[in-house]
C-alpha cells in the first residue's frame, strides 16, 4: 500500500530552516574520471559506495545513518537523482539531510539550508506520509552524488530488523555497521543472497559488506519484494519467542474476553431470537457489532488522544459503552456467537503481501497479525472481521488468503491454513449505456459494481477519505486507461454497506473514442478496455510472476449509433479458453436495428483453483495468453454509411 500512496500528487511544502553539518570523503580523480559502470553494463547510474550505521545501543530508539554516494552515467541517470523524496510516517523522522554534487572537473555544488523542503505527500485522517525532498543543481553525467541523512524511529530495537543489500540501482559495495544492545548478540539469517560473517569495528560496532550487487528492477505483477530482493534479518539470540508462548497467551485472552456474562447472553438471545439456523445466528450478530458499535480505529472525527481513552478491559465493557476499537468490537463478536451456541477463535494470518513464508519457521510474531474471529457451527468455519467495518461476513482480505493461520481459543491453539477465493468471488460488473456521433465523439452514463476484493481493496483505500476524494479517486482510474475525457455526475452507492457491492456511475465524454475515414468509423465495442496498454511487454523475464488473487468481470456496452451509420459486419473475435481453465475471454457483438444499437457483451476471469503464481519459466506461455487476451478486447468493428 505504501507504493500506491508515495504516487499520489504533492500539495503542501514547508521550507526546512537548516541543513545539517556534515563531514564528506575526498571524492578521487579516478571516480571522476571513469565512465563505465562495473555491475551492470547498462546501469543509468551506480552506487560507488552504499553505508549504513545502525545502532540500537540507545533503548526504545534505533538510529539508521545512510551515506551514499553515486556516479552518474547518462541524461536517465540525471533525471533519477535529479530530485529526492526521503519520506516517513508517524514515529519516525529523518534529519541531517545533506547533499552535494561533485562535477568532472572537481567543482562542488551543495544543497543550501533552503534548499530542504518537507512535503506533506498524503493525509487521511490521522495516517500521513510525508517526505524531506529537495533538487540537486550541476548534475551531469560523469558527476557524483553524495548524500546522507539520518533516521530516528521511536519505540524500535534491531530485533528482527530488516538489512536491505540489493537497492533500485546497482551497488559496488554495500556496508552496515550495527551496534547492538550491550551483552546482546546478533543472528543474521541472508535471504535470496549468500551471505557472510559480520566482523568486530570497534566500539561496539560490526560490520559486514556486500559487493557488486544489481539492481532491483520491477516488473509488472511481481511477487513481494522480500520473496526478490537481497537481505538480511536480524535477531537478538537472547530473545526466547516461542509461538507456543504467543498462541497460548491469546488463547487465555478468548478465555478471559469470551466467558459466561449476563447482559452478553442476554444480548445475544435478543439478536439471534427467532433465528435457527447458524449461518443466520452469526450473520446477526455480526452486522449489530460492525454497524451498532463505534468503531474508533475507523472514527475520522476522533483524535489519537481521544482513541487512547478507549479502553475496554472486557467484552461486556465494549457492550455497555457502545464503543471500542477494532479488536474489542472482535472480541464482543467471539463472546456474543459463543453465548449463541456456537464456538470461536481469535484468528492471526500471515500477509501474503509481504511474504509467502510460512511464519512458523521463523520467531517473528510480525510475521502475522490479528485477522479476525473464527466461527465454527453447522455450516463448517468462517474467519469474521467484523472490526474492519467495510469487511462483509465471513471474509477476510486478499493477502489474508492461502496462508498459515494461528487460531486460539479455550481449547489452546493450533496451526491452519486459510483458502483463496475462486474468481467468481472477486467480481466486478459494469454496464455502459452511451451515444456516438457521427463525428466519433461518445458520451453517456457508466454503472459499476465490485464485490469480493474488488470492493474491499477500494473502499480500504478511501475508507478515511472525503467524499470529495472518493470522487476524484474514481475520476482518476477511470481515465488511467484512455487519458482524455471528462467524468462528472459522480454517485457513490453502498460504500460503507459491507454486505453489498460498492457500487459508483457517472457520465463520461470522450472526443474522438472512435476514428471516422470518409465514409467509414472505427470503432472499439468494448468501452470498459478502451486505452489500455499490454499487461506484459517485455519479452523476458527474471522474477516469478504473481497475481494477489482471482478475479472476474462481466461488462455489457450499449452504444447507441449515429443514425446515418450501420455495423459493416459483427465479426466478434473469438473465445479465448485456456486449455487448462486457468482463465477465461468471451466477447459477443450484437446490433439491434430496432434501437440503432451496438452492443458489446464480454465476460472475462482469471486465476482459477488457486493459481495465481507461477514460475518465471511460465512467463512466455502467460505473455501469450494475456496477449490474447489484449488482442481481443482491443478490437474493433467497422461502421459504414447507410447506402
Not at 483453483?609 to 506461455?621: C, D, N, Q, V, W
Amino acid at each position: 500500500m505504501y507504493s500506491r500512496l508515495l504516487m499520489l500528487t504533492l500539495f503542501l511544502v514547508l521550507t526546512v530552516s537548516s541543513v545539517a553539518q556534515v563531514e564528506w570523503r575526498p571524492v578521487s580523480q579516478s571516480e571522476l574520471d571513469e565512465n563505465k559502470p562495473v555491475v551492470e553494463a547498462d546501469a543509468d547510474a551506480e552506487a560507488l559506495f552504499w553505508e549504513v550505521r545502525l545502532d540500537d545501543e540507545k533503548r526504545k530508539k534505533l538510529f539508521y545513518h545512510h551515506y551514499v554516494r553515486v556516479k552518474i552515467y547518462n541524461e536517465r541517470g540525471r533525471e533519477k537523482f535529479a530530485k529526492f523524496e526521503l519520506p516517513y510516517t508517524k514515529n519516525l523522522t529523518i534529519e541531517e539531510v545533506a547533499a552535494r554534487v561533485v562535477k568532472r572537473d572537481g567543482t562542488i555544488v551543495n544543497i543550501g539550508p533552503g534548499d530542504i523542503f518537507e512535503q506533506e505527500i498524503l493525509k487521511s485522517g490521522k495516517f500521513f506520509v510525508r517526505a524531506k525532498t529537495f533538487a540537486l543543481s550541476g548534475i551531469e553525467p560523469g558527476a557524483i552524488v553524495e548524500y546522507q541523512y539520518k533516521e530516528t524511529i521511536k519505540g524500535d530495537s534491531a530485533e528482527n530488523e530488516r538489512l536491505i543489500f540489493q537497492r533500485d540501482i546497482p551497488v559496488r559495495r554495500m556496508t552496515y555497521f550495527i551496534r547492538p544492545l550491550k551483552q546482546l548478540s546478533l543472528q543474521i539469517s541472508y535471504r535470496n543472497m549468500t551471505g557472510g560473517t559480520f566482523t568486530d569495528a570497534g566500539n561496539g560496532w560490526k560490520t559486514y559488506t556486500a559487493t557488486n550487487i544489481p539492481a532491483l528492477r520491477e516488473e509488472p505483477q511481481m511477487p513481494p519484494k522480500s520473496e526478490v530482493r537481497q537481505w538480511a534479518l536480524l535477531n537478538y539470540s537472547s530473545f526466547n519467542f516461542t509461538w507456543s508462548f504467543f498462541g497460548m497467551g491469546f488463547a487465555r485472552l478468548y478465555v478471559e474476553a469470551t466467558k459466561e456474562d449476563k447482559e452478553i447472553a442476554a444480548k445475544s438471545a435478543e439478536l439471534t431470537a427467532g433465528i435457527h439456523d447458524d449461518v443466520d445466528k452469526a450473520r446477526a450478530i455480526f452486522n449489530f457489532v460492525q454497524k451498532r458499535i463505534r468503531n474508533v480505529t475507523y472514527d475520522r472525527s476522533m483524535s489519537d488522544e481521544q482513541r487512547s481513552k478507549v479502553e475496554n478491559k472486557r467484552a461486556v465493557d465494549t457492550l455497555r459503552r457502545g464503543m471500542g476499537h477494532s479488536s474489542d468490537i472482535d472480541l464482543l463478536f467471539a463472546a456474543l456467537i459463543r453465548a449463541a451456541g456456537m464456538r470461536g477463535a481469535i484468528v492471526f494470518t500471515g500477509d501474503r503481501s509481504e511474504s509467502f513464508a510460512d511464519p512458523q519457521s521463523g520467531t517473528d510474531p510480525r510475521t502475522v497479525h490479528w485477522t479476525g474471529i473464527a466461527v465454527v457451527g453447522a455450516f463448517g468455519t468462517k474467519i469474521c472481521n467484523p472490526g474492519t467495518p467495510f469487511m462483509p461476513f465471513g471474509k477476510i482480505d486478499w493477502y489474508e488468503e492461502g496462508v498459515m493461520a494461528l487460531t486460539a481459543n479455550d481449547g489452546g491453539y493450533k496451526w491452519t491454513q486459510t483458502k483463496l477465493s475462486e474468481p467468481e468471488a472477486n467480481k466486478s460488473v459494469r454496464t455502459a449505456e452511451l451515444k456516438l456521433d457521427a463525428d466519433g465523439n461518445l458520451e453517456g452514463i457508466v454503472t459499476v459494481r465490485h464485490s469480493g476484493h474488488q470492493a474491499t481493496l477500494r473502499r480500504r483505500d478511501l475508507y478515511m477519505r472525503s467524499p470529495n476524494e472518493r470522487e476524484e479517486a474514481i475520476k482518476k482510474s477511470s481515465l488511467a486507461t484512455s487519458g482524455k475525457g471528462e467524468i462528472y455526475d459522480i454517485s457513490i452507492e453502498d460504500f460503507e454497506e459491507s454486505s453489498k457491492p460498492y457500487t459508483y456511475s457517472y457520465r463520461v465524454k470522450i472526443p474522438n473514442y472512435a476514428s471516422r475515414t470518409g465514409k467509414r468509423i472505427f470503432i472499439q465495442p468494448n468501452f470498459f478496455q478502451y486505452g489500455r496498454q499490454p499487461l506484459f511487454s517485455s519479452s523476458t523475464r527474471k522474477y516469478p510472476i504473481y497475481f494477489e488473487y482471482a478475479w472476474s468481470e462481466m461488462d455489457r456496452v450499449e452504444i447507441e449509433l449515429p443514425r446515418e451509420f450501420e455495423p459493416e459486419s459483427l465479426g466478434a473475435p473469438n473465445t479465448i479458453d485456456e486449455k487448462a481453465d486457468l482463465g477465461r475471454l468471451k466477447n459477443e457483438y450484437t446490433y439491434d436495428k430496432e434501437r440503432h444499437v451496438l452492443i458489446a457483451e464480454r465476460e472475462f476471469y482469471f486465476g482459477t483453483k488457486g493459481r495465481i503464481l507461477f514460475p518465471a519459466s511460465a512467463y512466455t506461455p502467460l505473455k501469450k495468453l494475456f496477449d490474447l487476451f489484449q488482442e481481443a478486447d482491443t478490437h474493433s468493428i467497422v461502421l459504414k454509411a447507410k447506402a
